[in-house]
């Protein structure tokens, strides 16, 4: 990697002090985005396929209790169901809700000019931000393992009120973010620091036109699902259902195949549903970023390389997960490695806003 | 700042704002009800069955249907106010950036709070009347407004003159 031998433009430096809540909300930010999507891209190789598996092995075992006239087995196995599901949901939230508080954070780095309120306050606010960012999806994660244990409530466990605490962190920064804007828009010059940088770098237009591109993509191709997949996967599974438990009432074959249908189905609309967020998801984050850019010391060949790796991740891993109807794992692998690749150049980036705030410290002979 | 970033930017915190204490007021209030309803129906189905009782089996069939129906849909409604909330924020922020006349600037940042408003609403009166032709018509009006502004935005990005 190429030393930059660019001098930092005191007007941009003047945006990214040292230990300021700009600084700790973009390197949170960016920190919390690609730990979330690692936990994402693991949940997807190790848990995902397999969890599914289980699921359609238990609602097979359900169809065998209804044949067999057992109702009390039929209860027992959507209790074991029910678990399969909290499995799925709480990885899957955890991976959600670490990856949208990271957009969450760049976001608050971006209108942190228009927040009328002391430095002082403003970097608590982030601190405490990035810190709710963090033990929110560690409390999610933890709510299938953690359970009822030493609990003295009857139905919360103490991941949940992990989780909820944090949450209730995070939203207590909102307002109080709400309330500076506010102050702000009452009177406009209450500004307490310099706007953002306003050029137009090939790396910010690239990522800032590629960012909307991606998410008007997202957004056609979810009003094609709602068009046209949506009533039709909903009419799909009640028909799916109601043969699976006529076969199963009359003692008749067929249930095995009714369960992959559903399987399938269940298949189809997730990739589908997959694919329409994570092109809006990252569309977002590629224009969040485009804000950074001036932060990232690094060559401008160099910059442009991360522009387009994560550019290149954000349009594979979309693509192929919708191929994963048709091409199955190796679709799947080849998903994975694109959400490696926006990781990779997420890490690219930050690494160059790591060097940035470094040597401007050192300008500055601010503490570490 | 202008008064397209000042309608982008304050009409999207307020519609993230709008988005959040729905989702607050739905989780508190509705969604727990509704997905106990959603999982105790389906699994009513497989019970009734069980117990070889064909129409109340079709009845609790077509009842987790019709729950999963409202909660699919008001989820959504949720998110994509939000979602929609901070794509207007980041975009107003960076709206200098786009090479487009000031009187088109304040154009889109109409079109796109009126189009991420109306869209999610259109979606939340399906719930109300299922299947309903007009609130299908103002789910697609939103979503098209949106859609076009953000067609001409990246061109504004896109392009190198300022």
Known sequence: MGMSTQVVPTQIAATFAS??????????GIALIAGGMLFGDIFAVFVLHQN????????????????????????????????????????LDAHVHMTDAGYLAILLALIQPYVALPQRRKKLLAGWFVSGGLFLPVGIFLIHYVGLACSPFASIGWASVLADTAGAVLIVVLIAEAWGLWRFLRNSSNTSEPALPADRTWERRTLMGGGVVLVLLGFLYGAWYAGFDLYRHEAREVGILKTMLDRATAGQGGTVVAVADYRSLAAEKAVKIAAHSHLIEFGLLAMLLSFVQP?????????????????????????????????????????????????????????????????????????? | MSGARKLLVFGGISLAVFGMLYGL??????????????????????????????????????????????????????????????????????????????????WIAVA???????????????????????????????SGLVTVSLAVLAWGFIRRTT
Do not use: C
């Not at chain 1, 300021?20 to 949170?28: D, E, H, M, Q, T």
């Not at chain 1, 926006?342 to 503490?367: F, H, N, T």
């Not at chain 2, 008001?74 to 090479?99: E, F, K, R, T």
């Not at chain 2, 009126?114 to 009166?125: A, I, N, Q, R, Y």
């Open chain 1, 52 to 91: 599914g598996g289980q699921t359609g092995q238990t609602l097979l075992a359900a169809t065998e209790a209804v044949r067999a006239g057992n109702s009390l087995a039929v209860k027992q196995i959507f209790e074991h169901l029910g678990g399969l599901l909290e499995d799925h949901g709480t990885k």
């Open chain 2, 25 to 106: 007021h739905y989780a508190i209030f509705v969604e727990h009800q509704t997905l106990d309803r959603m999982g105790g129906s389906l699994a009513q189905a497989f019970v009734r069955a069980a117990e070889g009782n064909v129409p109340e089996l079709d009845r609790a069939v077509d009842k987790y249907a019709s729950t999963k129906y409202n909660y699919v849909r008001q989820v959504d409604v949720h998110s994509h106010w939000i979602g929609l909330a901070m794509l207007m924020i980041v975009l107003g922020v960076a709206l200098d950036g786009a090479a487009l006349e000031e009187r088109l600037q304040t």
């Open chain 2, 112 to 142: 796109l709070l009126t189009g991420s408003l109306v869209f999610p609403l259109g979606v939340m009166l399906q719930t109300i009347s299922h299947g309903a032709f007009w609130a299908s018509m103002l789910a697609i009006l939103g």
């Open chain 1, 295 to 368: 932060y990232v010391q690094l060559s401008d060949t160099w910059k442009r390389r991360w522009v387009l790796v994560l550019l290149i991740g954000s349009n594979v891993l979309p693509v192929f997960v919708l191929l994963e109807l048709n091409l199955g794992l190796l679709a799947g692998g080849i998903a994975d490695v694109g959400g490696l690749l926006v990781i990779v150049g997420l890490m690219g980036m930050l690494v160059g806003v790591l060097r940035y705030s470094g040597s401007l410290d050192a300008i500055s002979g601010a503490p570490r």
């Open chain 1, 19 to 28: 230990m300021s809540a700009r600084r700790l909300l973009i390197f949170g």
